[in-house]
C-alpha cells in the first residue's frame, strides 16, 4: 500500500515562482498544463493555438507570480484566470482580422457584438469577493458543485462529466443549469 499523496501546494508554487525558482515553474507546468489546456482548447477550438495560449499563460504566470494574492482567491483559480483571459483575449482578437476584401454584412455583425463583449464587465467576478463564491458553492449539493468544477475549472464537457460521474447526460445538463442558476441568485 502506497503512502497518501499530499496536495499539490499551488500557493507555496507561486511563491517560488516569485523569488525565481525555475523548478516551480516546473512543477506548476507539470502539475496542471493538462487541465489548462483542455480549458483553452475549449475556448479557441484550435489545438496549436490553445497550446500557444498556454505556454504564454505561464510566462504570464512566472512573471506575474509576484503580483498573486491569496486573499483574492486561490492559487489555481488565479492561473486558469490568466490563462482563460488570454484565451479569450485571442479569440476576440482572431474575430477582429477581416479581410478587406470580405468585409461582409456577416463579419460587420460579428465584429459589433465582440466589441460590446469588450465592454461587459466579467459577470462572475469571483476576486471582488472571494468568500461570497465559496460561501455560495458549498450552499450546492457536492455532486452538483462537482458538476460546475468538472465543466468550469476541468474544462470538461456535460458529456464527459456523465461519464465520469456514470449519471445521465440530461440529469448532468440540468444539475448544472439549476446550479448555475442558485450561484446566479445567491451571489446577486
Known amino acids: 500500500m502506497s503512502a497518501p499523496q499530499t496536495p499539490f501546494d499551488y500557493e507555496a508554487a507561486l511563491q517560488a515562482c516569485a523569488r525565481g525558482e525555475r523548478l516551480a515553474l516546473q512543477r506548476l507546468y507539470e502539475q496542471e498544463s493538462p487541465r489548462l489546456l483542455?480549458?483553452?482548447?475549449?475556448?479557441?477550438?484550435?489545438?496549436?493555438?490553445?497550446?500557444?495560449?498556454?505556454?504564454?499563460?505561464?510566462?504570464?504566470?512566472?512573471?506575474?507570480?509576484?503580483?498573486?494574492?491569496?486573499?483574492?482567491?486561490?492559487?489555481?483559480?488565479?492561473?486558469?484566470?490568466?490563462?482563460?483571459?488570454?484565451?479569450?483575449?485571442?479569440?476576440?482578437?482572431?474575430?477582429?482580422?477581416?479581410?478587406?476584401?470580405?468585409?461582409?454584412?456577416?463579419?460587420?455583425?460579428?465584429?459589433?457584438?465582440?466589441?460590446?463583449?469588450?465592454?461587459?464587465?466579467?459577470?462572475?467576478?469571483?476576486?471582488?469577493?472571494?468568500?461570497?463564491?465559496h460561501g455560495c458553492l458549498e450552499q450546492l449539493e457536492p455532486v452538483r458543485r462537482n458538476c460546475i468544477f468538472h465543466a468550469y475549472v476541468d474544462g470538461y464537457s456535460h458529456q464527459q462529466i456523465a461519464q465520469k460521474l456514470g449519471a445521465p447526460l440530461g440529469t448532468v445538463k440540468a444539475w448544472i443549469k439549476r446550479s448555475l442558476a442558485s450561484l446566479r441568485e445567491c451571489i446577486g
Do not use: C, Y
Request: proline share 2%; net charge negative.
Open 38 to 133: 483542455g480549458v483553452v482548447h475549449r475556448i479557441v477550438a484550435d489545438r496549436a493555438r490553445a497550446e500557444d495560449i498556454v505556454h504564454d499563460a505561464f510566462i504570464k504566470i512566472w512573471n506575474g507570480a509576484a503580483s498573486f494574492d491569496a486573499r483574492r482567491g486561490s492559487a489555481r483559480g488565479w492561473m486558469f484566470t490568466v490563462a482563460r483571459h488570454l484565451a479569450l483575449n485571442s479569440v476576440r482578437n482572431i474575430a477582429r482580422e477581416v479581410p478587406m476584401n470580405d468585409r461582409d454584412d456577416q463579419h460587420a455583425e460579428v465584429q459589433t457584438t465582440l466589441e460590446g463583449w469588450q465592454d461587459v464587465g466579467d459577470a462572475f467576478d469571483w476576486r471582488v469577493n472571494p468568500s461570497r463564491i
